[in-house]
Each structure stands twice: as C-alpha cells, then as structure tokens.
C-alpha cells in the first residue's frame, strides 16, 4: 500500500510538473524590435496556446519624397507613414509559421505641391493661382488587415521576425490654390473649384489602380 502510494504521489507530481511545464510553453510573450515598409517600432505578442495567441504593433516614422505628373500639373510629395495594428495570430503547425488576421489602423499620407506645366491652368494665369497645394491620403482609419509570418514565439530566447501582409487603400484627395483664389466671390471662381475639384477626382483615380498597401516588416524578438 505504501509502495502504491509513493508511486501515485510521483506520478500525480510528474504530471503536474508536465502540465506546468505545458502552461509555460504555451504561455509565452515575445517583445520584437521591427522595421519595414510602414515604418520602424515595436511589436509584442502573447501566445497563450500552441496555435493561438494575439499581438499588438506600431510602426512609424518613415518618410521619403516622391514626384508625380498629370496631364497639366507636376506634383512632388512628401510621404508619411504610421501603423497600428492589432491581430489574432495562428500556428498552423504549432511552429514558428503562424497567419495573421484583425484590424490596423494606418496612417499613410502625401503633402503635394502641384505646379501647372503652362502659363494658363484651366483657363486662369498661373500667376494669378499660384500653385496647388493638398494632401493625398492613400489609407486611414480602422482597416481590416491579412498576413503571413515567422515569430519564434514556441521557444524562450532570442529569435527572428518576419511577416507580410496587405491593407486595402481608400485614397482622398484634398487640393487648394496658392492664393485661394476659388475661395473668393472674384469672377471664374466657381468654374474654378469645379477644376479643382475635377483634378482630385483624376489624382483618386489614379490612386486607386493600386487597392491594396503591402505591409512587410523584418525584426528581431525576445520570448519570455
């Protein structure tokens, strides 16, 4: 009877030390340090099951200039770029492999300078407009988001980090004169703002031939 009992309090306690061992393994937080194409930041995520777990990321900072050219007007920009996102993460394989799905929240906007090629825009002497001045916003707000990745977050240690993903866009084009002259009661003013307005609708078009952002990012981790 003893010998029974000393063998049922062993076993009752490799057991509990397993399923303690299993609870850490599967409880996990990895802290990574990122950068790519919204920007660079942090990530974390909490894997709390072989196949499940959640994380968090906000990348930024990432600016650059560009040029961009319509049939009257040549545009340069200078493009902005920040992220947050928020995604249930799943290990298909109990691995390091794992697809992402949840929501991000994007920040992605150019501030355009818009000079007209010609002495005359839409009729008006460029003098008397100046140039055209706007914002170009390719994504913003609360967007659904997709993914594929690798986050050694099965294993405590150091590790590598890599995922890549898409966003749809939603482009707005917001544009004005130097001098606001379509902003005045002055004669052609409102044949004016309806050019303007004729030329956001051409700069929203054009953006849309690209519906989706590409999001990828590269890093290095830390699981806990």
């Not at 992220?83 to 799943?90: F, R, S």
């Not at 007209?116 to 825009?121: A, F, L, M, S, T």
């Not at 966003?167 to 002259?181: C, E, H, K």
């Not at 409102?190 to 051409?202: G, K, T, V, Y």
Request: charged share 20%.
């Amino acid at each position: 009877m003893k010998r029974m009992t000393a063998t049922s309090v062993i076993a009752t306690l490799c057991l509990l030390g397993t399923t303690h061992a299993q609870a850490q393994e599967n409880n996990r937080i990895t802290l990574g340090a990122v950068a790519g194409s919204t920007g660079v930041g942090a990530d974390v995520a909490w894997r709390f099951s072989d196949r499940l777990g959640i994380s968090a990321r906000y990348t930024g900072g990432l600016d650059w200039s560009t040029d961009y050219s319509t049939s009257d007007v040549d545009y340069d920009g200078d493009v902005n770029l920040a992220a947050g996102k928020l995604t249930l993460d799943y290990y298909p394989f109990a691995g390091g492999f794992f697809l992402s799905a949840g929501l991000m929240l994007p920040d992605i906007e150019a501030d355009v300078v818009g000079r007209p090629r010609n002495e005359v825009y839409q009729e008006f002497p460029t003098d008397l407009l100046g140039n055209l001045h706007g914002t170009v916003t390719l994504a913003d707000g609360i967007q659904p988001y997709a993914g594929v990745g690798w986050r050694q977050a099965h294993r405590s240690g150091f590790g590598v980090f890599a995922e890549v993903g898409v966003i749809p866009t939603d482009p707005d084009v917001s544009l004005r004169t130097s001098t606001r002259y379509e902003d005045t009661d002055e004669p052609g003013a409102p044949q004016l703002r309806q050019a303007i307005r004729q030329e956001e609708q051409r700069l929203e078009n054009d953006a849309e031939k690209w519906p989706v952002y590409p999001v990828a990012v590269i890093g290095v981790s830390y699981t806990f």
